[in-house]
DNA sequence: TTCCGGTACG
DNA sequence: CGTACCGGAA
């Protein structure tokens, strides 16, 4: 029997099917169904090392290296390795397309101005979870605080929150503070290159690693994100949900398949402009909703777009109705200054700042006597001030801030806060929610988002002034502040 | 109101 | 491998 080699793909020299021509099997029924890892329907047995194993190791194309395997010339086998031929050519083709499409479409994004590897690094952090339209201010402002792997690494851990506020999933810049401080010590400060170096470092995942490796240092390693999975699936007609497992390994396969057919381009930083290609298809053209085939670039070789499955590809996500929750929060004044407390060490937002308060049922208007029972606090003139609409994960919770002017706390196991003034409250990091009930305060025009807020900058949060107005259970009661006016509460 | 999504962790 | 984390856009 003779014997014959599985040839590495992607990349690889080209495979030769011994007796055939590339053109004999023009017209061979390609399985565009998607997933292709079915096995060779050739063989049922193979070997490598002197093991004969039941079923070849091919997922989609002979993903197997140097892996021998009886021929059958002619038969199911070769007509196997066209297929995976035909493929490997037509990916290709696609990454030449993407290749040239790039330059001419993609936006002008800062950090696609800029090859630091920091820079790109933050910028991958940032768009995790997050649209490129809310993350640039947010790295504009962060390079100009931060612009170096040390600066951040020696930056307190408040500052960081402080420029990540308004971004959410806050475990990504405590993750980026560590990770710089990591770099610091393991890589003299330098971004590592390679991909188990980068995987290393905290918060960076699969597809970060991938992204820095290929964006930075245009190694061809593969990335898979939200949009490349939608452009992969669509573009190979994948119907099955991308969250499984199998088809989730496929994708890697297909994306890895894509960044290795450009690294043997010409193209100049291949690579790296081929991943970001992918994704920027994915952002400007194969939308979620509403794609923009006719003008896609890869309209002609779309599996989903042939069969009219866009619509369906790539499978949606079931997701249980969204539960309702709600939190009641004050806004407690005492002297001009208002009550804050941060966040524990665990659970959600942690080490944020938020105002008091306490989740409750069912929306309610709170009484002096709900203060009392929960917070320990004795408040006078409660008032609505502004509710708040949220929704994460599967509860929407709506938050409604109440005004109230402290009198004294009765409890001594009432949790302790710190008493900040305005211009202290604007440089604590707060959740969302909390950010436009404080926003209230300090006058609704100011954004703290990193385009309106100016007069933030330079401050160091979380060296607040000494701490005011001791809760003390004493029962001295501060003598009231002068009521002041805040905009935005509604008159009367 | 619904949908979208990388990484860490259990 | 399922779940928690967040905010924004359609």
Redesign the pocket.
Known sequence: MRRQRCFPLPGGEGLRVRGTGANEYEGFPLSNSGLTDAPCPAFTHWKHRGTTYKQPPCAGFCAGQNIEFPSLPGGNHSRYLMRVMRQRRKIAVMAGNLLEWFPVHARSLPWRRTRDPYAIWVSEIML????V??ATPYWKRWMRELPTVAALAAAPEQRVLKLW????????AR?LRRAAQLVVARHGGIIPDRLDDLLA?????????GAVASIAFNQPAAI????V??VLARLFGITRSP?E?AVNRRLWELAAAMVGAAAESKAPRACSRLNQALMELGALVCL???PKCDSCPLRQPCAARRKGLVGEI?A??L?P??ERRYHEVFVLENNGRFLMRQNPDA????R?WQFPGYESQAAHRPTPADLLGRLGIVAARLEPLKTV??????Y?IETRAHRAEFQRQEHSWAKPGRWVSLKELAALPL???H?KIAQMLTGGAQSE?PSGASRLRRRRPGRAAPIPPPPSGSGSCPSPAPRRRVRGVPGG
């Open positions: 995790q979870q997050t649209q339209k809310t506020q308004g971004l959410g999933y806050y475990t990504r993750n470092l905290p918060g960076v995942g699969r597809y970060t690693a898979l994100d939200g949009n999975t939608r969250r497992a979620p909703r509403q790539p949606a996500r997701r109705s969204a659970g959600v937002n942690r944020l609409r949220h929704q994460i994960m599967r929407a959740p969302s929610a950010q988002t």
